[in-house]
């Protein structure tokens, strides 16, 4: 089992930037990262994921805005934003899945952003 803890979340203007980091119980080399978000009212969204060789994808509303990256020595995945606006407010949420297919899924972390 793998417990995922994000951070970094909280208030920012529209046009601001945050990084948020996911930071994992154990060795995430061989996981798939993805950071997802889901708004109020609003089902839960793949914003971007990256797989262990650093395949990286991302949805068509935050790409060249948004970036996502690991760190396997240090077991992180961050997801660094840029050029926010209102419609990214939402929760945001880590998540894994290993080679065994099994998925985890941390608590999540507020993101605002105000216009």
């Known amino acids: 089992q793998v417990q995922l803890v994000e951070s970094g979340g909280g208030l920012v203007q529209a046009g601001g930037s945050l990084r948020l980091s996911c930071a994992a119980s154990r060795s995430i080399l061989s996981n798939f990262m993805g950071w997802y978000r889901q708004a109020p009212g609003k089902q839960r969204e793949l914003v971007a994921g990256?797989?262990?060789?650093?395949?990286?994808n991302y949805a068509d509303s935050v790409k060249g805005r948004f970036t996502i990256s690991r760190d396997n020595a240090k077991n992180t995945v961050y997801l660094q934003m840029h050029s926010l606006n209102p419609e990214d407010t939402a929760v945001y949420y880590c998540?894994?899945?290993?080679?065994?297919?099994?998925?985890?899924w941390g608590q999540g972390t507020q993101v605002t952003v105000s216009s």
């Open positions: 998540n894994t899945k290993n080679g065994y297919g099994s998925v985890y």
């Open positions: 990256i797989t262990a060789g650093g395949f990286t």
